[in-house]
Every structure is written in C-alpha cells, then in structure tokens.
C-alpha cells in the first residue's frame, strides 16, 4: 500500500513539475541577446543582467527599461557585460524591453514581470523520507 502512495505522490510532482514554469535563467532576444535572471522578476525585486560582448569599452555601457528604477551602467572584465537592475516597485505586470548600449551597438532583451504571488512549496515542510532499510 505504501508503495502505491508512494508512486501516487511521484506521479502528482511530476504533473505538477509540468504545469509549473521553469525557474532559472532566461535568454531574452536570441542566443546573443541580454539575459535576465530571474526569468520572472517582482515589482521592487532585483535582477542580473548579463550581456555578450558588451563588457567596459571606450565609452560607458548601460541597459535601460521601462521596467528599472533606473538605466544601469554595464561592468565587467571578461567579455561579457553585467549589472543588477531594480525593478520599479509599482510596476505592472507585463513583459518590457531592455536595450544594451555597448559602443554604439544595441543589444536588446526582454524582462517578464508578475504581480501575482508566487506558488507555495509543493511537499509540506515537515514531510520526511519514510525510514527503509535493506539486507539483514
């Protein structure tokens, strides 16, 4: 009996696991576009931003967004370009651009954003591993 509840509950997870988004890193405008992590962000949350071939030049880099608080100047020393963003804290749910400006190139993305609550804990906190024991 417990072997079937068991599978019961693997079988809800993974019917849950496929209604949920994925939660992780997001590539916005292509293969060579910004990337925003997390993929979806609150209003007032911050977020990573990630930019190929767009690390300090001659001239100051930055992203910009309807959806930052503010424009956000690009760093880094390798070949990628980095900052973190604020998403503004009364901003509406949506999907918004962003446009990297690196040496007169511009480098576009997009950022989801949710208003709505995020999903609880699929298991109860307190559910432990039943004790199983092989051999003797």
Not at 83 to 93: E, F, G, I, M, P
Request: overall charge positive; some cysteine.
């Amino acid at each position: 009996m417990r072997l079937l509840s068991l599978s019961a509950l693997g079988t809800a997870l993974i019917a849950a696991g496929l209604v949920v988004p994925a939660v992780g890193e997001a590539t916005a405008g292509g293969a060579n576009g910004v990337k925003v992590s997390p993929n979806v962000a609150r209003p007032g949350q911050q977020v990573d931003l990630t930019v190929p071939d767009c690390s300090v030049g001659r001239t100051r880099h930055w992203a910009t967004s309807k959806a930052f608080a503010q424009d956000v100047t690009l760093g880094g020393k390798a070949d990628n370009g980095h900052a973190t963003a604020t998403v503004k804290r009364d901003l509406a749910s949506g999907t918004y651009d962003i446009v990297a400006h690196c040496d007169g190139r511009k480098v576009s993305g997009l950022l989801k954003v949710s208003t709505k609550p995020s999903l609880p804990p699929l298991l109860p906190s307190g559910l432990s591993r039943p004790d199983v024991s092989f051999g003797k």
